[in-house]
């Protein structure tokens, strides 16, 4: 009994000064509500020192704002390579006649070293703003470092707080000075125009993948699963900053870069590329949604047909099989169209059996390129089954 | 008047975002780890045996309605060994909020304001929580009724934003016996977060009604939440890539993209968390605060306020050097740590106090106790609220 009347005790005292306390709002050893109320300002106003902005504000003109990474490794001496691509501060916000019209639109620096990060900070010897990497749009490895080992580039990119791995990666045909060097007419910035064809390809022809990305790749790689990258190559004789924009030229093939084929990534290396074709039926078999347009053949005479993945049915396990339903159109139909129900029927079998049959064609490569599905162990073991459906008509019902 | 008295829902809300607090930043990675495809589980297992500890802290707030946890401890053990438990109370919820704050610095330190000092984030953090805890916890219940909407719409929406790379292929072959296996074995779980709500025994005595029934939903909602946010980071990031990530949840929504328009939008996630870590050291302010002075009672609160502040901004910079010792600390150590805490201080004052019933005056002797608690509170409260307590006496 005795330890209660102690608790009694203790909690009746304490609760009864917190009613104390809550019930007289200034106890009087405190100093006048006036003296109060300014001690409180001043403290507040003193803390506001303390605010975050001090250490880590950026102005708008002290940046480089990036556009586009490339990285190059030599595989023999192990020298890192990396190219920032750098907007113009003059071009970003011009207009007609304004200063910094004629300049290009954006700069690239180059530095090289044993380590990515050694390298990008001493891109300060050559760089008079702080690098800013938040915007850009693309990453480019050289043919060489991508057939060598791709970890250093997903690392670099992953590693920085501030870049997102969520753009896509291509992968240079040429020697990344000569891509890296050249401008792009149409869009101001390399990255940009670059980003928005992998968009326009990935839709309108299904010769890029969905899951290009920094991220994807990563994923795809800890899973060895593959991942077909785009590829770039650069077009025209001499490609140089002069670029047709300024130097007033129609000619798009002066200086621009170009989107072809596909390499083929694996436990972070490249183990191959792919024609038109092929990613055509590695996208289809992947499950990618875009148009495609194809020539096919239908009794020796040539058609052309766009067509669309509709449904696919995967079935895994120990006989995995992939049934694919093509949805065909028209819509470029100008050397023939079908006229009967039964002529369709006909160009129908014949397409999803040609296509059958590259699908078929590729799985069978697959172990050689080093392509893989998603769930599959061995493309090779796929039995795959297209089946088309006419769904679209073009405008004419007939060719001229 | 109902100054100091919090209503049952505000209380529910407290104690979900104290057990959401750094989870989330914090414990993803490791979690993933652990548990693989199916780590979503683990605070849902995790939180269930948050809700049976929680049944251990009712039951001894039952004994002694109306009295925190400092109280009770006094009362239990009388004077001296009341006060060193309360005294290593105090010590238990400084160490916390001190890897509270740390957390904090280094996960903005880590992303977006990568060169302002650390002590910059403690201090500013440490100026408003002593600021709210000494206008007492109906401010404190009432600044987190305010914000929940604010943190809770936005998190859900970006996270929402971020299923745009979702894909269902992450989550199979689900249920493997091994990851299983990995999920059950994850212990930390238990520590952290679920048997740190114990700070929360500091508040019960101002909650207005249903204060067990609102425990135990905030530990179930918290729990379902956390599992939520897990199975969302699976989806949208994939398990390789989460385990090698520091702050997954930053990265998840860095990579949300709406048309190209909607870019780096992570300073919205950031500051959620800011927000969510703000409360839960709020709370763990206020517990470390009101132990000490209901403990040792002085005078004056300004000392106090200030002496705790000071220790606090002291820990945190010095509690661990990095981000690896504190993964570690938390692997082998967290859930040691904190089951003393928070199960064997109270089952040793349950202990206590059940033995002191059974020796007393058998059943007359509970009633007694409780009537006389009853009578403790009617006293305490009285000059507040005068209905408060009176009625859960016999419940």
């Known amino acids: ?400 | 008047m109902g100054a100091t008295v919090i209503r049952g829902s505000q209380f529910y809300f407290l104690t979900v975002n104290f057990c959401i607090g750094t989870t989330l930043f914090v414990l993803i990675p490791s979690l993933v780890q652990a548990g693989g495809r199916d780590s979503w589980l683990i605070p849902l297992w995790g939180g269930a045996c948050g809700m049976f500890f929680a049944l251990l802290w009712i039951w001894l707030y039952r004994l002694y309605p109306g009295l925190s946890l400092a109280q009770i401890s006094l009362a239990a053990l009388g004077r001296p060994l009341g006060t060193v438990v309360a005294t290593l109370y105090y010590l238990h919820f400084s160490v916390i909020a001190g890897f509270v704050l740390r957390n904090l610095s280094d996960f903005l330190t880590g992303t977006i304001l990568p060169k302002t000092p650390g002590p910059v984030f403690h201090i500013m953090f440490l100026a408003v929580a002593s600021y709210a805890a000494a206008q007492g916890v109906e401010t404190i219940a009432r600044l987190n009724q305010l914000l929940t909407p604010l943190l809770a719409f936005p998190f859900w929406f970006v996270i929402l934003l971020a299923t745009v790379n979702w894909d269902w292929s992450r989550f199979v072959p689900a249920f493997q016996p091994e990851t299983l296996a990995g999920v059950f074995r994850f212990h930390t779980i238990l520590g952290f977060p679920f048997l740190e709500p114990v700070a929360l025994l500091m508040i019960f005595p101002f909650v207005d009604g249903k204060t067990g029934r609102m425990l135990m939903a905030g530990i179930a909602t918290a729990a379902a939440s956390i599992s939520l946010t897990v199975f969302a980071i699976i989806g949208s990031l994939g398990v390789e890539r989460t385990t090698k990530m520091t702050f997954p949840i930053y990265s998840l929504v860095q990579e949300v993209a709406v048309n190209d328009v909607i870019i780096n939008i992570q300073s919205v996630i950031s500051i959620i968390l800011l927000t969510l870590i703000f409360i839960k050291l709020q709370v763990l302010y206020y517990a470390a605060f009101e132990t000490l002075r209901q403990t040792f009672r002085p005078v004056m609160r300004w000392p106090l306020l200030l002496g705790v502040s000071m220790v606090l901004a002291g820990i945190a910079p010095s509690i661990i050097e990095n981000g690896i010792q504190n993964s570690e600390w938390r692997k082998n150590f967290t859930f040691a740590h904190d089951a003393i805490f928070g199960l064997g201080f109270p089952a040793l004052l349950l202990a206590v106090t059940l033995i002191r019933l059974a020796a007393g005056k058998r059943p007359g002797a509970g009633r007694g106790v409780q009537a006389g608690a009853g009578a403790r509170s009617a006293t305490g409260k009285g000059a507040q609220s005068g209905s408060g307590m009176g009625p859960r006496t016999g419940g």
């Not at chain 1, 993948?209 to 800890?222: F, H, P, Q, S, Y």
């Not at chain 1, 007033?248 to 038109?276: E, F, K, P, W």
């Not at chain 1, 194809?294 to 995995?320: C, N, S, V």
């Open chain 1, 1 to 400: 009994m005795r330890a209660w009347t102690l608790a009694k005790h203790v909690s009746g005292g304490r609760i009864g000064r917190r009613a104390t306390a809550r019930l007289v709002p200034a106890p009087a050893d405190v100093p006048p509500s006036a003296w109060r109320r300014a001690a409180v300002c001043l403290a507040l106003a003193l803390t506001a020192v303390l605010l975050a902005s001090c250490w880590d504000k950026t102005e708008l003109n002290e940046l480089a704002i990036v556009t586009m990474i490339g990285l190059d490794e030599d595989p023999d001496t192990g020298r890192k390579t990396i190219f920032y691509q750098v907007v113009n501060p003059l071009t970003a916000v011009t207009i007609k006649g304004a200063a910094g019209g004629n300049q290009a639109p954006v700069y690239t620096y180059q530095a090289s070293g044993r380590s990515l990060g050694e390298i990008r900070s001493s891109l300060y010897r050559i760089l008079p703003r702080k690098l800013f990497v938040s915007y850009y749009r693309a990453v480019v490895v050289s043919e060489r470092m991508a057939r060598h080992d791709l970890r250093d580039m997903v690392n670099m990119i992953e590693f920085q707080p501030e870049g997102r791995a969520s753009v896509p990666v291509l992968v240079a045909r040429e020697p990344m000075e000569k891509v890296m060097y050249t401008l792009t007419p149409m869009e101001m910035y390399p990255g940009e125009s670059v980003t928005l064809r992998l968009s326009l390809l990935k839709d309108e022809s299904l010769l890029v993948g969905k899951r290009i990305a920094v991220r994807d790749l990563a994923e795809r790689m800890e899973r060895s699963e593959s991942v077909v990258l785009p590829m770039l190559e650069t077009v025209g004789e001499s490609p140089s900053p002069e670029f047709s924009r300024l130097t007033g030229t129609v000619d798009s093939r002066h200086s621009n870069m170009q989107i072809t084929g596909g390499a083929v990534i694996r436990d972070y290396r490249m183990t191959g590329t792919l024609n038109d074709h092929q990613l055509i039926a590695y996208n289809l078999l992947k499950g990618n949604r875009g148009w495609f347009v194809r020539q096919f053949r239908l009794d020796g005479k040539p058609i052309t047909l766009t067509g669309k993945l509709g449904r696919i049915e995967r079935r895994l396990g120990a006989a995995p099989r992939i049934l694919l339903h093509i949805d065909l159109a028209l819509y470029f139909a100008v050397e023939h169209i079908p006229k009967t129900e039964q002529e369709l029927k006909r160009l129908e079998q014949e397409v999803a059996a040609q296509l059958e049959d590259e699908l078929k064609e590729l799985c069978r490569q697959g172990q050689k390129l080093g392509l893989t599905l998603p769930n599959i162990r061995n493309p090779e073991d796929v039995r795959v089954k297209v089946i088309a459906h006419l769904k679209h008509i073009g405008s004419i019902n007939q060719p001229f």
